[in-house]
C-alpha cells in the first residue's frame, strides 16, 4: 500500500523539480532539504559546483510518492490500490485489461510499472538496442548534513552518494556493478567518510535496487504506451530518472491528446538525449582508474570545467558550451597531465 518507498539518491535537481512544478506538484518545506550543486570527490581531490539556476532538494522516496498520489486524486485519479493486473491483450487495437472481477476495455494503456514492467512484456515491446547492469543499495543515517551539496565519493569499484534530506538525516547509497557491494564493505574505502558515519545512528534498513541502461526499440504499440523505467532507463549516476518519468508523463498526455501516440515516440527520443550523453560521460570514470584520477585532478585544477559540466547535466547549457567550456579543456589538460 502507498507511500511506496524504492532505492535511490533521493534527489532532485532543479530540472526535475521544475518538472514537478508544471505536474502541479510542489515540495513542502518540512518534508525535504535543499542543496546548491554537486560535489565529486576521489583520494585527495575534491571539486563542486553549484547549479546555474535553481536549488536542488533531497527527499524522502515516501514523501515524493505522497505528494503524487495527492496530485492525482486532486485532478481526478481513481487508485486501485491492491488491484492487481492479470493480463493485457491487444485486440483490433482495442487494449484489454483483465483484473481480479474481469476483462476491462480500454481506449489506452499506459505500462508505468518499473524496469520489470510486465505491460512491456505483454504488449511485445521487449526488444532492448542497449543495456548496462548497475545495484543500488541505500539507507539513511541520523546526522547534520555537513555539506550544502550531494557528494559523490568515486572508489576503485563504486560510488557512494551523500544526499542531505533533513536537518538530522542523510540519504547514503552506493552503486556497483558488483551484485554483492554493500555499503558497510564500500565505506571503508573513504576513510573520512567512514569515520563520520561509523557511529551515526542507521535509520532505515538498506535496501536495494538495480540501476539499468536500457533503450527499448519501440515505447509504444497501438494505444499501449510505456513511460518512466518501463520505457527505457539511464543509469542512477545521473539523478534524472525522476524527471524523465515525469516528462514522459507530460508528454504522452498530450500524444494522447492529439490522437497520436507517434508523437510521444519522438518526445521520448528526445528526452532521452541528453541523459543518455552525460550517462556515457559519467560512466567512463567508472570504467578506467586511470581516466578517473585524472580527470578529477583536471577537474579540481579547474573548477569551471566542472560548472559547465553541471550546467549542461540539467539543461543549462548549450553543446557548443559545453565542447568549447568543458570538453576542449578537459582534453587539453589530460594531455598535458
Known amino acids: 500500500m502507498p507511500p511506496i518507498d524504492k532505492a535511490c539518491g533521493e534527489g532532485l535537481m532543479p530540472d526535475a523539480l521544475a518538472s514537478l512544478a508544471r505536474l502541479g506538484v510542489t515540495l513542502r ?25 535553481g536549488t536542488g532538494f533531497g527527499i524522502r522516496r515516501t514523501h515524493l510518492h505522497q505528494m503524487l498520489i495527492d496530485r492525482a486524486e486532486e485532478v481526478g485519479a481513481t487508485l486501485l490500490w491492491g488491484t492487481p493486473v ?6 483490433g487495437g482495442v487494449p484489454r485489461v483483465t483484473l481480479d472481477s474481469g476483462p476491462i476495455d480500454c481506449k489506452w494503456v ?50 557512494i552518494y551523500i544526499t542531505p534530506i533533513g536537518p538530522q538525516e542523510i540519504c ?57 523505467d518501463a520505457s527505457g532507463s539511464v543509469d542512477a549516476i545521473t539523478g534524472e530518472g525522476l524527471r524523465l518519468g515525469f516528462e514522459h508523463g507530460m508528454a504522452l498526455a498530450k500524444a494522447m491528446q ?26 567512463s570514470l567508472d570504467r578506467s582508474a586511470w581516466l578517473r584520477k585524472r580527470v578529477l585532478r583536471a577537474l579540481s585544477d579547474d573548477p569551471g570545467i566542472f560548472a559547465t559540466h553541471l550546467a549542461m547535466h540539467v539543461g543549462n547549457a548549450s553543446g557548443a558550451d559545453f565542447v568549447r567550456q568543458t570538453m576542449l579543456p578537459l582534453g587539453r589538460r589530460l594531455l598535458v597531465a
Not at 518540512?30 to 581531490?45: D, H, K, N, S, V
Not at 504488449?123 to 550544502?148: K, M, N, V
Request: positive net charge; contains cysteine; charged residues 25%.
Open 86 to 91: 492479470k493480463g493485457l491483450t491487444d485486440t
Open 258 to 283: 492529439a490522437g497520436d501516440l507517434r508523437l510521444y515516440a519522438a518526445a521520448h527520443r528526445r528526452l532521452a538525449r541528453r541523459p543518455a550523453f552525460m550517462a556515457s560521460l559519467i560512466l
Open 110 to 159: 499506459v505500462g508505468a510499472d518499473g524496469e520489470k514492467s510486465r505491460v512491456r512484456e505483454w504488449a511485445e515491446l521487449e526488444d532492448t538496442r542497449h543495456s548496462s547492469l548497475r545495484f543500488g543499495f541505500r539507507r539513511h543515517y541520523q546526522i547534520a548534513p555537513w555539506a550544502d551539496c550531494v557528494e559523490i565519493y568515486w572508489g576503485s569499484d563504486s560510488q
Open 29 to 53: 518545506a518540512e518534508t525535504c532539504f535543499p542543496f546548491r550543486g554537486i560535489r565529486f570527490l576521489g583520494p585527495g581531490t575534491a571539486v563542486d559546483a553549484s547549479f546555474p539556476t
Open 172 to 228: 547514503v547509497a552506493v552503486i556497483s556493478r558488483d551484485s554483492h557491494l554493500r555499503l558497510e564493505h564500500a565505506l571503508p574505502q573513504h576513510p573520512q567518510l567512514f569515520e563520520r558515519l561509523k557511529t551515526m545512528p542507521v535509520t532505515t534498513p538498506e535496501r536495494g535496487a538495480v540501476s539499468l541502461t536500457r533503450r527499448l526499440a519501440r515505447v509504444y504499440r497501438n494505444h499501449i504506451a510505456l513511460v518512466g
